[in-house]
C-alpha cells in the first residue's frame, strides 16, 4: 500500500491509517486530509470506523509535515453516528462489552481533539451524534448551507455522553443542556449563530476556497507554536485567572520567546523577510 502522506512529511508512516473506512491523503505543502468513506451508510461509525479514525490520528500525531488536517465525509452526509447495525449488534452486550466500545469512541474523539496541527471538520450534509462530535473535536468547522447538527441519543433512550465535553466546551453548559435533551436538529446558520461552526458556504464546491485560504493562515503561523496555543488553551479554559495561572503563562510566553521558533521569527522581522516556516 502506497504511503497516504508522502514523504518527508511522515517517516514510518503507520499504513493501518487508511482502510476501506477510512482514506488519508496529504499534499506536499502539509495540508492532510481524511475522509470517513462510508458514503453507502452515510458515513455511520462502526468499531472498525472508529479503529480507523483512530489509527489515521495517531499517525497524524507525528506527522510534523503537516501543517492543517482537514476533516470530510465522502458522499451526502458527513456522518450519521453510530450504524444501526452496530447497535444491534450489540444488543446483547454486558456493561463491560457496552464501555469498552464507547472508550474507543472517547480516546479517537480525544486523539483528534488533541492533535498538534490545526484541525478542521468540513460539514456536508448532516452530522449526527458522534458524527457531530467530530466535527466538535476539531479547531474549526465550515458547514455548507445542507448541512445539519443533532444529538438524536435521547429520543433512542440513550445520552451523548462521550461527545458532551466538546459540546459544552463550543457552545455553553446551558446550551448544550437544551440540545441534549431535545435533541433538536440545526440547520447549518442555526449551528453558526451558537458557535458550533465557524463558517457556512453555499456547497461542497465553497469548500476549496475555505481550504485554501486556511492553510494560507496555518502556513503563516510556526507549527510548535500552534501546537503549544493548541495545549495553553486546553490547559487554562475554565481556570480562575490567578497569581498561579498568570506566572504559568508568563513562563509559557519566555519559553516561547526562547525556543527556535521564536529567534526566527523576531530574525525574521528585523531583517525584514518571511519567516523560515512559510515555504515549507
Known sequence: MSNPIADP??????????????????????????????PEQRNALNAEAVGAL???FET???????????LAGAGE???IG???????????YTEGELHEDAMALAVMLKRLHGLPMLTVALVDGPAIGA??????????????????FAFAEATHGLVAAVASPYLAAAVGAKRARGLLATARTLTAREALAIGLVD?????????????????????????????????IVA????????????????RRAARARLSQEGGEGAAAVLENRPPAWTAA
Do not use: Y
Not at 487554562?236 to 508568563?250: K, N, P, Q, Y
Open 235 to 250: 490547559h487554562v479554559a475554565s481556570r480562575e485567572i490567578d497569581h498561579g495561572l498568570m506566572e504559568e503563562t508568563a
Open 131 to 148: 458524527g457531530a462530535g467530530l466535527v466538535l473535536a476539531c479547531d474549526l468547522a465550515i458547514a455548507t448551507e445542507r448541512a445539519s
Open 199 to 231: 463558517e457556512v458556504v453555499a456547497d461542497a464546491a465553497g469548500f476549496a476556497a475555505a481550504r485554501r485560504r486556511i492553510a494560507d493562515d496555518a502556513q503563516a503561523c510556526a507549527p510548535g507554536a500552534v501546537a503549544e496555543a493548541k495545549r
Open 77 to 79: 452526509a458527513f456522518s
Open 9 to 38: 512529511l511522515v517517516e514510518g508512516l503507520d499504513t493501518d491509517a487508511e482502510s476501506q473506512f477510512v482514506i488519508v491523503d496529504a499534499t506536499p505543502e502539509g495540508l492532510a486530509t481524511v475522509t470517513i468513506n462510508r
Open 60 to 70: 497524524l500525531e507525528g506527522a510534523d509535515g503537516v501543517r492543517v488536517t482537514f
Open 82 to 92: 453510530p450504524d444501526p447495525q452496530w447497535l444491534q449488534d450489540s444488543a446483547d
Open 54 to 56: 483512530n489509527s489515521a
